[in-house]
Structures are given as structure tokens and as C-alpha cells.
């Protein structure tokens, strides 16, 4: 079982930057892919960026490719989601998924474990 719980959401305006963070507990985290969903409101639960267990490969959504960074540290069982050049549109929950294989995935029914969510709200 892994749990993982994410921080740094908030209130930015738009055009600044926020950083999330993910941090994880329970089984080894260097053997777990991850990912970064977001939910706007009214709208499915969307892929935005997913990470293989070394931090090598990655993988974007074409709506945040070049904005978004997402990163690791496998030592401190930590992901990371730079978000720069945020647009309101990017206003959603942001979620935490963990993939029970190395591989990067970017459909959510390859995640096995989710966190909670946090909040970002882009302002015009």
C-alpha cells in the first residue's frame, strides 16, 4: 500500500508559477512510476504529466508542455509539479497517482494509488 498526500496548491494570479509536491509513504517509492492528474470543475479527471521510477522518461499533456516540469527525489519519496506561465484554465484539483510498475502511464486506470488533491486557482 502506498499513501501519498499533495501540498502547495492556492490562489495565484495568472502568468505566476506554483510548485507541488507530492509526498509519499509505505512501499518503496523508487518502484512506483508517477503521475499528476487535474479535475476542473464539472469535467473528468484529466492526465497532465507522469514520471518513470528513475525520474528519466517523462510525459506531458500537449496543454502544459513547456509550462509544466514535473521532477523526483526518490530519497526523499517525493514528486514534483513545476507549474509556470499558469493560465486560469489550469484552475482544477490537482491529484497524486502512483503506478505499481517503472513505466510512465497517462491514462488513469493504469494508477493503482491516489492522493486526496489539492486545490489551484488561476485568477485572470
Known amino acids: 500500500q502506498v499513501q501519498l498526500v499533495e501540498s502547495g496548491g492556492g490562489l495565484v494570479q495568472g502568468g505566476g508559477s506554483l510548485r507541488l509536491s507530492c509526498a509519499a509513504s509505505?512501499?518503496?517509492?523508487?518502484?512506483?512510476?508517477m503521475g499528476w492528474f487535474r479535475q476542473a470543475p464539472g469535467k473528468e479527471r484529466e492526465f497532465v504529466a507522469a514520471?518513470?521510477?528513475?525520474?528519466?522518461?517523462?510525459a506531458y499533456a500537449d496543454s502544459v508542455k513547456g509550462r509544466f516540469t514535473i521532477s523526483r527525489d526518490n530519497a526523499k519519496n517525493t514528486v514534483y509539479l513545476q507549474m509556470n506561465s499558469l493560465k486560469p484554465e489550469d484552475t482544477a484539483v490537482y491529484y497524486c497517482?502512483?503506478?505499481?510498475?517503472?513505466?510512465?502511464?497517462?491514462?488513469?486506470?493504469?494508477?493503482?494509488?491516489w492522493g486526496q488533491g489539492t486545490q489551484v486557482t488561476v485568477s485572470s
Open positions: 497517482a502512483a503506478k505499481n510498475t517503472i513505466g510512465i502511464a497517462t491514462t488513469l486506470n493504469m494508477y493503482d494509488y
Open positions: 509505505g512501499r518503496t517509492f523508487s518502484n512506483y512510476a
Open positions: 514520471i518513470s521510477w528513475s525520474g528519466g522518461p517523462t
